[in-house]
């Protein structure tokens, strides 16, 4: 099992920057990489970033690429995505994930197999 916590939302004012943390626990060697997703008030789940750990090239959605700064830090088992310039249109809880498949697809929801809880990231104009 591996257990995520996310950290770091809150209400902001458009072009503010904020930063998240996804905080791993357990058995984290299983992951292959993780991503960010969020859920936009009455819309689905959308990948924003994804990091595959033998690959340290980071992949972006459109709407976020040059904006936000997906990272981690090993020492503390912890993923970051740093958000810059926010927009209202980035108002959603924010989702960190873990794919444990060897063979994971990771643009696909599908491939993730443990969920943090969320955090609440609120951009005012």
């Known amino acids: 099992q591996v257990q995520l916590v996310e950290s770091g939302g809150g209400l902001v004012q458009a072009g503010d920057s904020l930063r998240l943390s996804c905080a791993a626990s357990g058995r984290t060697f299983n992951c292959i990489g993780m991503g960010w997703f969020r859920r936009a008030p009455g819309k689905e789940r959308d990948l924003v970033a994804y990091m595959r750990w033998s690959d340290v090239r980071p992949y972006y959605v459109g709407s976020v690429k040059g904006r936000f700064t997906i990272s981690r830090d090993n020492a503390k088992s912890t993923m970051y995505l740093q958000m810059n310039s926010l927009k209202p249109e980035d108002t959603a809880v924010y989702f960190c994930?873990?794919?444990?498949?060897?063979?994971?697809?990771?643009?696909?929801?599908?491939?993730?197999?443990?969920w943090g809880q969320g955090t609440q990231v609120t951009v005012s104009s």
């Open positions: 994930a873990c794919a444990a498949g060897s063979s994971a697809v990771l643009s696909m929801t599908s491939s993730y197999n443990y």
